[in-house]
């Protein structure tokens, strides 16, 4: 079975701290698909980034970076110089080879940016 | 309109009525899915449909039942639901082929937030 863990349920920073988010998963395939997803008020989860197992560089996007360890099974995303507007629950996810085209995701992390 | 839209944004429904979710996607692609979002709870995959098939029941209540007349819309038709029902429905569609290596990136409408009475 597959699962999503991201313990960190609620983080509050000022805004232009960095903050990281934590996602560890569990898998028996060998090939998968990790995810990041963001969901601001408004409801509508919003794509971040995808990542296949085979690939374990790290990727910067402007100020959004994420950190693949297959060692540790873990797939972290950083904030650097967070701002307001980067308040929103984040939810990791994770599809492999058993479920086709199902995610498996995480309970999410709240993210609140204070001025 | 682009992307995933979902229609009506916020639903209230008292427990014997029946009412339908819109789920439509403007992307071109292939598969669909509908989630339920619950309060502390991760999201939960409730229907996947593939080329129009449905090929995925995730052990839902038959008070919930979908329907996906092509693959740019998705329905879930809802009657006699119990209070516990209320959540955040998520409608999302994906370009998949017919292995795993399609799996490609889900795209999200904005939900339908229903509340049931």
């Known amino acids: 079975a597959q699962k999503v863990t991201q313990a960190q349920t609620e983080i509050s920073v000022v805004e232009k701290e960095d903050v990281t988010l934590d996602c560890v998963y569990e898998?028996?395939?060998?090939?998968?698909?990790l995810f990041w997803y963001k969901q601001p008020p408004s409801g509508e989860l919003v794509f971040l980034i995808r990542?296949?197992?085979?690939?374990?560089q790290n990727e910067i996007s402007g100020r959004y970076s994420w950190n693949f360890q297959k060692s540790t099974s873990s797939f972290n995303f950083t904030i650097t110089a967070s701002q307001v507007v980067d308040s929103a629950v984040y939810f990791c996810?994770?599809?492999?080879?058993?479920?086709?085209?199902?995610?498996?995701f995480g309970t999410g992390t709240q993210l609140k940016v204070e001025l | 309109e682009t992307g995933v839209t979902q229609t009506p944004r916020h639903l209230v429904m008292g427990m014997t009525n029946k009412k339908s979710l819109k789920c439509e996607q403007h992307?071109?692609?292939?598969?669909m899915y509908w989630y339920k979002q619950s309060a502390k709870k991760p999201l939960e995959l409730m229907f996947v449909y593939n080329f129009k098939e449905q090929t995925e029941n995730n052990s839902v209540p038959s008070r919930f039942s979908p329907e996906c007349p092509n693959s740019s819309h998705l329905f879930l038709h809802l009657h006699t639901l119990q209070p516990e029902d209320s959540a955040l429905y998520l409608c999302?569609?994906?370009?998949?082929?017919?292995?795993?290596?399609?799996?490609?990136?889900?795209?999200f409408g904005p939900g339908t937030r229903l509340t049931v009475l």
């Open positions: 898998t028996r395939d060998t090939t998968y698909y």
């Open positions: 992307l071109g692609h292939n598969a």
């Open positions: 996810a994770l599809s492999g080879t058993g479920g086709g085209n199902k995610l498996t």
């Open positions: 990542r296949n197992s085979f690939d374990e």
């Open positions: 999302a569609s994906s370009q998949t082929g017919t292995s795993w290596r399609d799996t490609d990136t889900q795209y």
